[in-house]
DNA sequence: AGCTTGAAATTTGTATACAAAATAAATTAA
DNA sequence: TTAATTTATTTTGTATACAAATTTCAAGCT
């Protein structure tokens, strides 16, 4: 378990649900689940509380932040205004080797018979970024993938969101479309409207039945 | 020099100009500058890694990163997006008692006669923070902390924006009246105005006068 | 009972020492 | 001379040990 390798597998062990949301945690308790000092257990819980994937419990000690449908639709908000930037910022730069990348990125997620949930989550990401990456804007592309590592986490294992997976599919081929006719304009609204039934359809989710 | 301090110190330090942008940090100096062991410089440099105060410098050290016009100019356009939204969010909880609050510190900022450049950069912020911070929107807040403490770096002192502090000022009064009024789009659109103005005139000098 | 107060125990913070990796320097070959 | 490869040196990464702080828990008080 190398540095970058506990800092990787304590972000995904967070997604995951191995500490509970709420309790503190403990560095020695992690030092021996994880087989190394403390030292580098403080290195990532340093970093991950930077990321907000860790928030302060008392005065001393860590937890996973508990999830409120408030802060989900407040990431879900901030997306909304972020990614339609980075898509504009990107838009100039788009060529068709990069539309024919994302391109391939669907056909992978339609045609690859065994991949998990969380699998075909990350491609979806993918895609995304695959677009956004062309804006040149590293500021913004850090900020964009922060956010989506945050509310990852209130997908828990993408349940929630298997149904909507065709239509959000869909909408993925249009905005393809859409782009390589350069209706720019067309691209942003529907990329709007994509983040913003993604964020609906979570938080009423949350509201129904917390956390 | 205790855990936070350090983090502060070296973040205060790092604005100032102390450790020179471009420049591999030496963790082993660190320590001895701040008379601490490299266990809490490490702390302190991974959270500031994290917030991009920082930034790597080959593969083991951090450096202080070199500013570039174009990177200054794609914070504002992030600042542009985020700090409207906050506001609108922050809108219906606004009273006049935060308004109030408000106009003590335009009011500290005309009368108290022996403030630094820094000071009335930190009392301008304090300004914005204290309107935004109504909007009960700990994500949004967050970045917008760290947005602008990115910025600040650029700012070298704040004696670029000198002669702007009197337009600046001015419009932090127009836009307590406009929300007083509940001209909540009024009051946006000044804003955006404010940054926009504040973004071109940091870019334009970074262009002219690279760092 | 509920609230303080004050030890005891746990947990985090830091220093030192050593291992691993990365950078710099030097030697050799083309 | 330049490029590549090896060796030396510096620098970062990690473990262990100890100090400081925080949290827990129990006793005493109102």
């Known amino acids: 378990m190398t540095k970058a390798s506990l800092y990787q597998q304590l972000k995904q062990d967070i997604r995951q649900g191995v500490w509970p949301a709420g309790v503190a945690l403990n560095q020695q308790k992690l030092s021996d689940y994880y087989q190394v000092s403390r030292i580098p257990v403080r290195d990532a819980l340093q970093q991950l509380k930077a990321e907000a994937l860790l928030v302060m419990a008392g005065k001393a000690s860590l937890m996973v932040p508990p ?8 990431l879900y908000q901030i997306r909304l205004q972020l990614e339609p930037m980075a898509l504009r910022r990107a838009f100039p730069q788009l060529t068709f080797s990069i539309i024919g ?4 990125l669907l056909h992978r997620i339609e045609h690859d018979q065994n991949l998990s949930a969380a699998d075909r989550g990350a491609l979806n990401w993918q895609f995304h970024l695959m677009l956004y990456q062309a804006s040149q804007s590293p500021h913004l592309l850090r900020l964009l993938h922060s956010l989506h590592q945050q509310v990852e986490r209130y997908l828990g294992f993408q349940e929630i969101s298997l149904n909507y997976a065709d239509t959000s599919h869909q ?18 609204a529907l990329l709007q409207q994509h983040i913003q039934q993604a964020g609906e359809l979570l938080t009423s ?3 129904q039945q917390p956390a």
Do not use: C, I, P, S
């Open 67 to 74: 999830l409120t449908a408030a802060e989900a639709e407040e």
């Open 171 to 188: 909408e993925h081929w249009q905005l393809l479309e859409l782009l390589r006719a350069q209706q720019l304009d067309a691209a942003v």
């Open 205 to 207: 989710h949350l509201r």
């Open 101 to 104: 990348q994302a391109e391939d």
